[in-house]
């Protein structure tokens, strides 16, 4: 199954109120990747060089947008791109958007210390029913989760009660169901951060902005193509609830 990118909505989040910033109607969204660079293993008894995967190095993002100045998140935008802040960006993709109302389905905002989110390393195999999820360790409590599967894997997860006081991140194990192989792990908020439903696919990095021009086209409306130097690691989270 392939996902349309009209629908496609990207969100901020502010760190002077841990408001949501909805970035509204941008153009384009592009370059949010991270690639790996490469540690030189070769000894001196091989004939050609042999290399193993190093770090990541996070790349630069873009996103286009028709300038609106009335429009107070294009302004908060640009104040903090002028201010060099480091932003967690999220990406909700067509899957959770409702082009009858108009509308999608908006991430949430999680309070700092509670589990943020559920990723699946491993699908496994043979699974007839889903596993049970038990978190443990962090330094917290109260965090609960279910699994789903189809066709004997398990495909995701459902945060049932995200806990609270985790200060590292917990350990996830799957127990049951009949089958073997599946593993995930666990995402903390350590500081406030985006709680977002299982409802819709996501996509969620941090990064700076970079560049925010404003381009004045003969016959067109005002434009910009912001850049994000994208920090740390990127997760796709995949929707596992209608």
């Given at each position: 199954?392939?996902?349309?990118?009209?629908?496609?909505?990207?969100?901020?989040?502010?760190?002077?109120?841990?408001?949501?910033?909805?970035?509204?109607?941008?153009?384009?969204?592009?370059?949010?990747?991270?690639?790996?660079?490469?540690?030189?293993?070769?000894?001196?008894?091989?004939?050609?060089?042999?290399?193993?995967?190093?770090?990541?190095?996070?790349?630069?993002?873009?996103?286009?947008?028709?300038?609106?100045?009335?429009?107070?998140?294009?302004?908060?935008?640009?104040?903090?791109?002028?201010?060099?802040?480091?932003?967690?960006?999220?990406?909700?993709?067509?899957?959770?958007?409702?082009?009858?109302?108009?509308?999608?389905?908006?991430?949430?905002?999680?309070?700092?210390?509670t589990l943020a989110g559920i990723v699946l390393n491993s699908a496994?195999?043979?699974?007839?029913?889903?596993?049970?999820?038990?978190?443990?360790?962090?330094?917290?409590?109260?965090?609960?989760?279910?699994?789903?599967?189809?066709?004997?894997?398990?495909?995701?997860?459902?945060?049932?009660?995200?806990?609270?006081?985790?200060?590292?991140?917990?350990?996830?194990?799957?127990?049951?169901?009949?089958?073997?192989?599946?593993?995930?792990?666990?995402?903390?908020?350590?500081?406030?951060?985006?709680?977002?439903?299982?409802?819709?696919?996501?996509?969620?990095?941090?990064?700076?902005?970079?560049?925010?021009?404003?381009?004045?086209?003969?016959?067109?409306?005002?434009?910009?193509?912001?850049?994000?130097?994208?920090?740390?690691?990127?997760?796709?989270?995949?929707?596992?609830?209608?």
């Open positions: 199954m392939t996902i349309n990118t009209q629908g496609t909505e990207l969100f901020a989040l502010d760190p002077a109120d841990n408001s949501v910033i909805d970035v509204g109607c941008f153009t384009s969204l592009d370059g949010i990747d991270t690639a790996i660079a490469q540690i030189d293993v070769t000894c001196t008894k091989s004939k050609a060089r042999e290399y193993e995967a190093g770090l990541a190095e996070p790349g630069s993002a873009s996103f286009g947008l028709n300038i609106d100045p009335k429009n107070p998140s294009h302004l908060r935008l640009h104040q903090l791109k002028k201010a060099g802040t480091k932003l967690k960006w999220v990406v909700g993709w067509s899957d959770g958007y409702d082009f009858e109302a108009e509308t999608g389905i908006p991430p949430l905002v999680g309070a700092e210390g496994g195999t043979d699974y007839t029913t889903a596993p049970a999820v038990a978190i443990t360790g962090g330094g917290g409590s109260g965090a609960t989760a279910t699994a789903q599967i189809a066709d004997g894997k398990v495909t995701g997860f459902t945060i049932t009660n995200a806990g609270s006081g985790y200060t590292t991140i917990p350990t996830v194990a799957l127990t049951g169901g009949d089958g073997t192989g599946a593993s995930a792990r666990a995402l903390i908020n350590e500081s406030a951060d985006f709680d977002l439903p299982n409802t819709r696919t996501w996509l969620t990095f941090e990064g700076y902005m970079n560049a925010f021009p404003f381009t004045f086209g003969l016959g067109d409306v005002v434009k910009s193509n912001v850049g994000i130097q994208v920090s740390g690691e990127i997760e796709l989270i995949v929707k596992t609830s209608a």
